[in-house]
């Protein structure tokens, strides 16, 4: 047996999928430059923090990572801080955390093997800081992937759309394309590899555009949906602006693709969308919200929604939670605004004050919990599949999920002899706001 290399890295990846994704293709890149990976910040070479900074607390987390691990840096340790807080605060992490030896944001990935190798030559400052202009994706043959049942493919990198709020514009430069041909040659490697779940990703996985031409998103979502041995495609994240009538069609067409869309509204107020800068309407929103609900099978619908932008009103906020009880989501992401450096409504002045904020998102959140509640208890005396996901042993339950991306637990007999990554029928028994529970169908 070969021995197992004496180089050592550990990771530690904060915020959305695209990175954990990233920090999939990071992972393989450095094992292929010759490091095994470790479980502790302790006995690793090599540390690296795959940051996020979409919102306050997130980016504040890897400074309090650097703090707290900063005496292992005279054993020499050396840290690597990548992705959004690198891209954003660039050089000035060498002036806060002076042991950090290498920033990177993820247009610059691509080149992180020898930005490994320069660390390891003993140069104290490496950037990848490409900007927001780059036009290549990160394709990587050294994927390793780390997510048991879900083989993540990016279709699409950086975002040009600048909402007034949003940071990503910025830390992950312009929107660019993989080939759909690329694209199909490793969703088949994918499920050669064992996969019968693929999500494709993007910060607008809509806005897809083949740079070859051959083939619109819709059309590539069904070409992933029939690469032979699929059984789930899942797309995210939506824009409203970029949502076709054809890929509706092609959820209604192909079996494969999950009964699931993402779709963030931000605010149901038309009024705060045009100061967001999110080019379309409550109205426009809706009608897109119309084609899922007229769809041949139930689409689930989720959003992400922010409280508490500047000079939301009290009328504005009411349609918000209007907008909620007509779309009747089966789940939310909602977030109090929080400021971000460099984008425009950094400057805005009309500040709602925390407390406010926090009121807003209490009533909102409590408002949303009766939808899904009302949502999931229609889904008792239903047979779903369930793809398991793994057990707890604690409750002796299998941990599943539906086409829909609903939690659905469940009992099976130990003949059943169930295991993660496998389907299962199972009949739903009781509802809750944000699981189901069941017993698989023998
Ligand atoms: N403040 C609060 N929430 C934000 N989001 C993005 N930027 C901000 C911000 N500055 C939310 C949006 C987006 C989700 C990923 O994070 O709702 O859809
Ligand atoms: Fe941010 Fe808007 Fe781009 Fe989404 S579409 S990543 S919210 S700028």
Redesign the pocket.
């Known amino acids: 047996m070969a021995a197992s290399p004496a180089k050592t890295f550990y990771i530690e990846t904060f915020g ?1 999928q695209m990175n954990a994704h990233d920090s999939e293709k990071i992972v393989g890149t450095l094992i292929s430059e010759g490091y095994r990976q470790v479980d502790t910040v302790e006995v690793a070479d090599l540390v690296f923090y795959n940051t996020c900074s ?2 306050d607390k997130a980016e504040q987390k890897v400074f309090h990572r650097l703090a707290d691990f900063k005496r292992l840096s005279q054993q020499g340790k050396k840290f690597g801080v990548l992705g959004c807080v690198a891209q954003q605060e660039g050089r000035r992490i060498f002036e806060r955390a002076p042991h950090v030896s290498l920033v990177a944001g993820s247009a610059s990935y691509r080149n992180l093997g020898s930005m490994v190798r320069a660390i390891e030559h003993g140069h104290e400052r490496v950037t990848g800081l490409d900007d927001r202009e780059t036009e290549e994706c990160f394709e990587t043959e050294f994927t390793a992937r780390t997510n048991p049942h879900r083989g993540y493919i990016t279709i699409i990198e950086g975002c040009d759309k600048f ?1 007034a ?4 514009p910025y830390t992950r430069g312009k929107e660019r394309s993989r080939s759909s041909d690329s694209v199909l040659v490793e969703a088949t490697r994918v499920v050669d590899a064992g996969y019968t779940e693929i999500q494709l990703l993007g910060q607008n996985v809509n806005s897809y555009k083949d740079p070859l031409g051959k083939r619109t998103f819709a059309e590539l979502l069904a070409a992933v949906g029939e690469v032979p041995g699929i059984r789930r495609v899942r797309f995210i ?1 939506s824009h409203p602006r970029d949502f076709g009538r054809d890929i509706v069609e092609a959820i209604e067409a192909v079996p494969a693709l999950c009964d699931h869309v993402h779709l ?1 509204v ?1 605010s149901g107020s038309t009024q705060v969308l045009g100061v967001m800068q999110r080019l379309y309407t409550r109205e426009q929103y809706l009608e897109r919200i119309g084609w899922m609900k007229q769809a041949k099978r139930p689409i689930s619908i989720t959003t ?3 409280v508490g932008f500047p000079g939301e009103s009290e009328d504005d906020f009411q349609q918000t939670l209007s907008l909620l009880d007509e779309v009747e989501y089966d789940g939310v ?1 909602a ?6 450096p460099n ?1 425009p ?1 950094q400057k805005y002045l009309d500040h709602i004050p925390e407390q406010e904020k926090s009121r807003r998102l209490a009533v909102l959140m409590e408002r949303q919990r009766a939808i899904q509640e009302r949502n999931n208890a229609r889904h008792v005396g239903e047979v779903l599949t369930a793809m398991v996901e793994g057990r707890n042993e604690t409750r002796q339950q299998w941990v599943g999920r539906t086409s829909q991306n609903k939690i659905l637990n469940f009992a099976a007999p130990a003949e059943a002899r169930l295991r993660a990554g496998q389907y299962a029928e199972v009949r739903v028994t009781r509802s809750f706001p944000n699981s189901l529970l069941g017993e698989v169908v023998v």
């Open positions: 959305c979409i919102r909402c709020f949003c940071v990503v994240t963030p931000q992400d929604v922010i992401f977030f109090k605004y929080s400021t971000r984008t409504a």
